[in-house]
């Protein structure tokens, strides 16, 4: 293509852009938040410069891309403006739970934003931190040791591996102990909602599987792309990319976590009549 087609295209995917962000979201509510930062090259940018994601979940269990931000290294600061904005385009009503990795920038931004959120940290994430944190010959069994906890059935027997975890690794190997100590409730949190939807939240997935296929383009145009462009290229590869997602398991039970029930080990806690 000519250059001058070329950049009729990257304005259309600006303009684009700029309408998605501005879009109205009065009513609408997600479930379930996925939340990251895609680090991607750029040509006229020495750094490498985050973009913070959202992928929320609605009430039929349908995801869709709800934020994307041009962030600096996932900071508190950019994550609160993200989730600001939103709020101000009409998401008032905060996710029942939040999915993300161990970036603090995000979880404090969070009080600010959606405080009745609660956190789920990624198992997959903390899994490669606290193995890392081991020497090889060990991870091996250190690693079902991890899985015991998030494969466990209810959140007794989870508690239960989770200390067998510290006390066998902490005299030792500290680092990797607290590694997981630090995070016990937020790595416990998925106890408290349907067991059909733990498989969805013991990871970010949604938003690594989705990057994985949108490196594989921008890649391909690196030293091509402004940071600007670059954000309204990612936006259109993502947007194309959600016609694949699947909906969520049990999405009958969303409505439910919507509105309050109490779950606990995965299943309905029966109320008594007032």
């Given amino acids: ?153 209810d959140r007794q027997r989870a508690a239960l591996a989770f200390d067998l975890f510290i006390a066998t690794y902490e005299a030792k190997y500290p680092k990797a102990a607290e590694c997981l100590a630090q995070d016990r409730e937020e790595l416990l949190a998925l106890y408290d909602f349907p067991a059909e939807h733990w498989g969805h939240m013991r990871t970010t997935n949604p938003i690594e599987s989705t990057f994985a296929t949108v490196r594989l383009r921008t890649d391909k145009t690196r030293g091509c792309l402004s940071r600007v462009t670059m954000l309204a290229m990612v936006c259109k590869l993502s947007q194309s990319a959600a016609k694949r997602w699947h909906r969520l398991r049990a999405a009958h039970d969303l409505p439910e976590v919507m509105n309050g029930m109490i779950f606990k080990d995965g299943l309905r806690v029966q109320q008594d009549a007032a």
């Avoid at 040509?43 to 992928?55: N, S, T």
């Fill in 1 to 153: 293509m000519s250059p001058a087609t070329l950049r009729r295209l990257k304005q259309g995917w600006q303009d684009e852009l700029a309408q998605w962000q501005q879009r109205d979201l009065t009513g609408k509510r997600s479930v379930y938040f996925w939340v990251d930062g895609v680090y991607l090259e750029t040509r006229l940018e020495e750094a490498r410069h985050g973009i913070l994601v959202i992928i929320g979940a609605d009430a039929k269990g349908q995801k869709e891309l709800v934020g994307l931000w041009d962030g600096y290294r996932e900071s508190e600061q950019s994550w609160k403006e993200l989730l600001l904005d939103l709020k101000s385009h009409g998401l008032a009503q905060a996710p029942a739970l939040a999915i993300g990795d161990g970036a603090l920038g995000f979880w404090k931004a969070l009080r600010h934003g959606y405080g009745q959120t609660r956190w789920q940290r990624c198992w997959v994430q903390k899994t490669a931190n606290g193995l890392d944190k081991l020497p090889k010959d060990l991870q091996p069994q250190a690693k079902q040791r991890l899985q015991a906890i998030w494969m466990a059935p």
